[in-house]
């Protein structure tokens, strides 16, 4: 081999060596490469070894004759690394301007570095291989085939002269294959030049690498020699690095055309190989052409589930395995699934044939979609989405029930949180925190396929969840008060997931109480209902038959607003009241008491919170079925609203249900007297002398909180914390009002223009003033400044420093403490009497005519405004200042917002002028 190498060079006569320059003697190369390589020198020395080593390659004559000395197979690896470099550099940076000659010669050299180069197989290191067979194949990127036309036919001659040879001639053809997209540089003429003749290639190409492939697998097997397995692993190694990088290029009949598919399936019982053989089946799969034979295809995933079979793959192989085999069937169902689906008669396959590995493969599919691992699990989300679709349009058969059931099975247990020990199963996480991030993510996926799962097959989707439920509600109440909590809500959320996602993707016709056109249909449609009646049934007496049972209570009541569309579709506006009825006088029910511990008492508020929301979700989807039976509805609510089984701010939630039911109410009289009776009784108490006594006292809010006050330590009771809360109360529920007001129907909104509503709203703007001034008086210097350093808490800017930190939590430094609770208190109380009032300005005649009427009223709603914050300045401007402005008659305009807008520029003018002095004085110090 060095024999013939050196002789290339002297054949090389003028043409690289050719050109004037100082001879570079090989000693002084290896000094400089091994000072380059040596940590240990000053990195002076290896800078200027480095300087050294890229001038050899200024000359090509030098850097050609240099390198066929250094790629001497005796010499250490860094000499032979550095010379193929030089060959390398001639090749990619100077080979347009080297002669024809000289081109010729490196062709001939780099066939030979290949032919006797480098060590024998097993000795020789894999990156001078590498650095080998990427001299041929650089150049045939450049020259083949036009100015190499005999390349691949050299290249099989040369795997007649041994292993090594052989190794090295598929390490180029796999180069060759991975550059063609690789090489960012390359035109693209000269790449489609390049797949042209590969194309033409592909046939021998494949049966070339199968008869390698075959030989030397077979060898592996029959042999007991340990270099002789180590040859023939190595060799299969080699052709299987080969398939995966022609798999992307060529086509699939060309694929196919030769043993490689059976010979892989083959490869996938050999421990040894079965890495890369999966590799090699996922590049086919994630072709996406359309262009697969299907008996060679449908043979080769019919092979896979025999080998799937029972002490098969599955239980050979580990999570690695198991997760690139989980890619490639998915990618092949959804690339591919047309070679299962069925099969051209000309091909021979029974109908039978197909249908069984049609059923057989869904079964895998549905399998590892429960894989414990969510990264496995994940996977087959594309295949199941695309199959899905396909049997929606009716592209495919319909699923058989059993794979329907399986896979309903494998992805509701996947609807639950995992748990610590998860962590085990999935190598891809490192911990808890990681795990719970993917399940988050991933969890969407699976409510989207049990959405479309509903859509194939409805009645065995709502069968399945209802017994599902049923189970679980079975389990929690015969384990009574030994149900772990955190463990039964993951569980029922899941459940509740698994309804949602379930009814969601149910066809509207199904739901529908008019019997379907279709026979099939219509007994679908009749199963659809009759597994509806009975879920609704079966969740309405489970919360009835255990009273006690809050937590079942808070489930149910989740879940009931998921059978909305099958009572909207049956027109049962009866059964949606009973439903709303049954939900509300849950209230006088579930209640907490005083001994209650933390635990019940969070039971509590859930259930009392899923009444709330849930009781508005029903009567606005069905509101018009529920207008015969307003009247029971309505009077239930104005009973709560009248006791005291309601807090403050579950009233904001009855009144937002009264005003839905009264949506479908068309007349605007009706309309009118509806809001005259729901704003009556909140208005009553808002202008009753308790609570103007209280909103009118500026210092009310802090009583005895002054220095040497009877709560200057921040402890003790707080006699004005139930007026504090009846006062928000008030407020939040006439923003309800006037919110539902503004935004609801047509016939709404012409009766909040109505003489009596405009009375009341006249009746509400001299305590909100009050309150306003009353707030924002706590703010002026001499007030604050008399505050002790325990109540100083309440001075907060909470606004900025959520904005700072997202983690911020108000308390954290000064705990539960009555100044913590004054500070949030003071802030939701100030958003909300400015959004009231801003909205009260949509109500021209109550809320301009009662200013115009009473002058005096500006003076509380100005006179505070010197002592706003920045923020308070910012939301009077957006919630209270902005719509006024809008909203204000022309007659008007000039006298009132000249007194509204006057303070404020004011202030806003006085805030930038300092904020601008401060910059200034900084900039100049």
């Known amino acids: 081999g060095i024999a013939r190498q050196e002789a290339g060079v002297e054949e090389a006569g003028g043409g690289i060596s050719e050109g004037e320059g100082m001879s570079v003697s090989l000693e002084h190369v290896q000094e400089a490469l091994q000072v380059l390589h040596d940590p240990q020198r000053p990195a002076e020395q290896r800078r200027a070894a480095h300087n050294f080593c890229e001038g050899v390659k200024e000359q090509d004559g030098e850097a050609f004759r240099l390198a066929s000395l250094l790629a001497a197979p005796h010499l250490p690896h860094t000499s032979r690394h550095f010379g193929f470099q030089l060959y390398e550099h001639l090749i990619t940076r100077r080979w347009d301007a080297l002669p024809e000659d000289s081109q010729a010669q490196l062709k001939l050299v780099s066939l030979q570095v290949l032919a006797g180069g480098t060590l024998g197989l097993l000795e020789e290191a894999r990156f001078i291989k590498e650095k080998a067979s990427q001299l041929v194949s650089l150049i045939a990127k450049r020259e083949w085939p036009a100015r190499w036309p005999d390349l691949f036919q050299r290249l099989t001659a040369l ?114 190989m079965r890495e890369q053989a999966l590799d090699v089946l996922l590049a086919i799969a994630s072709k996406k052409a359309r262009d697969a034979p299907h008996a060679p295809f449908r043979a080769l995933i019919q092979g896979i589930l025999e080998s799937c079979g029972p002490g098969g793959l599955l239980a050979e192989c580990g999570y690695s395995e198991h997760k690139r085999l989980c890619l490639i069937l998915s990618n092949f169902g959804a690339n591919h699934f047309y070679t299962i689906q069925g099969t051209p008669p000309a091909e021979g396959a029974s109908s039978d044939d197909c249908a069984s590995v049609r059923e057989g493969f869904l079964h895998l599919m549905a399998t590892f979609a429960g894989y414990q691992a969510l990264t496995v699990s994940e996977s087959t989300a594309q295949f199941w989405r695309t199959f899905l679709d396909l049997q929606a349009a009716e592209s495919v058969a319909p699923m058989p029930p059993a794979v329907h059931a399986a896979l309903l099975e494998a992805l509701a247990g996947k609807l639950r949180h995992p748990k610590e020990d998860d962590v085990d199963g999935d190598e891809d996480v490192s911990d808890f925190d990681e795990l719970a991030k993917l399940w988050a993510m991933t969890k969407p996926k699976y409510l989207d396929l049990l959405k479309r799962l509903a ?131 849950r209230f006088k029910t579930i209640r907490w008491t005083p001994s209650d511990d933390a635990a019940r008492r969070g039971l509590v508020l859930n259930a009392r919170r899923r009444i709330s929301t849930s009781t508005v979700k029903v009567a606005q989807a069905l509101a018009r079925e529920l207008l015969p039976h307003r009247g029971e509805v309505t009077a239930l609510a104005q009973e709560l609203l009248g006791s005291d089984a309601i807090t403050s701010d579950e009233v904001a939630h009855i009144y937002e249900l009264l005003f839905v039911l009264s949506n479908p109410v068309p007349s605007v009289e009706e309309q009118a007297a509806f809001l005259h009776e729901v704003m009556s009784a909140p208005v009553s108490e808002w202008v009753s002398q308790a609570t103007t006594d209280v909103v009118s006292r500026p210092q009310a809010w802090l009583q005895g909180t002054e220095v040497g006050g009877v709560r200057e330590s921040g402890q003790g009771g707080d006699p004005l ?205």
């Open 721 to 925: 914390k139930d007026p504090r809360v009846k006062c928000q109360g008030t407020i939040m529920t006439l923003l309800c009002i006037v919110r539902r007001c503004i935004t609801g129907g047509s016939a709404l909104r012409a009766a909040a223009q109505s003489p009596s509503v405009n009375e009341q709203v006249s009746l509400v703007l001299p305590n909100l003033a009050n309150v306003i001034h009353s707030i924002h008086s706590i703010w002026l210097p001499e007030v604050r400044a008399g505050v002790s350093p325990a109540w100083q808490g309440i001075y907060r800017s909470v606004e900025y420093e959520v904005t700072a930190d997202p983690e911020f939590r108000l308390g954290e430094d000064i705990g539960n403490s009555p100044a913590a609770e004054m500070c949030t208190w003071l802030r939701h109380c100030r958003d909300s009497a400015y959004q009231l009032l801003g909205m009260l300005c949509s109500f021209k005649a109550g809320f301009y005519g009662a200013i115009e009427a009473n002058p005096g009223l500006l003076r509380p709603l100005t006179s505070h405004i010197p002592a706003m914050e920045n923020r308070h300045l910012r939301q009077w401007l957006r919630l209270v200042v902005t719509p006024m402005a809008l909203n204000c008659p022309k007659h008007l305009q000039e006298a009132l917002m000249g007194a509204v807008l006057a303070p404020v520029l004011a202030l806003a003018y006085g805030r930038l002028s300092e904020g601008y002095g401060a910059m200034q004085s900084r900039n100049a110090g």
């Open 159 to 272: 795997t007649r002269e041994g292993d090594t040879q052989c190794e090295l001639a598929l390490l180029v053809l796999r180069s060759i294959g991975e550059g063609v997209f690789e090489d960012d540089r390359m035109s693209d003429a000269r790449r489609n030049e390049l797949l042209q003749a590969l194309n033409a290639e592909y046939p021998s190409l494949f049966d070339f690498i199968f008869r390698t492939l075959e030989t030397h697998y077979q060898n592996f097997g029959a042999s007991t020699d340990p270099k002789s397995r180590g040859v023939s692993r190595a060799l299969v190694s080699a052709c299987l690095q080969t398939l995966e990088a022609y798999a992307p290029l060529a086509s699939m009949p060309q694929i196919s055309g030769s043993g490689v598919l059976p010979a892989l399936r083959a490869l996938l019982h050999s421990s040894e």
């Open 455 to 585: 859509a194939a097959d409805p009645a065995q989707s709502l069968s399945y969840a209802g017994v599902r439920w049923q189970a679980a509600l079975r389990e929690y109440i015969e384990a009574g008060g030994r149900a772990d909590p955190a463990a039964a809500g993951d569980a029922f959320e899941a459940l509740s997931g698994l309804l949602d996602s379930t009814v969601a993707g149910v066809p509207a016709w199904a739901f529908a109480s008019a019997p379907s056109a279709s026979a099939a249909q219509e007994c679908q449609r009749a199963q659809v209902v009759g597994a509806c009646q009975a879920l609704t049934q079966m969740l309405l007496e489970a919360e009835g038959g255990n009273p006690g049972e809050i937590f079942i209570a808070g489930a149910v009541f989740r879940s009931l607003p998921t059978m909305i569309p099958f009572l909207k579709g049956q027109s049962n506006g009866q059964g949606a009241a009973y439903i709303v009825t049954r939900m509300l006088s």
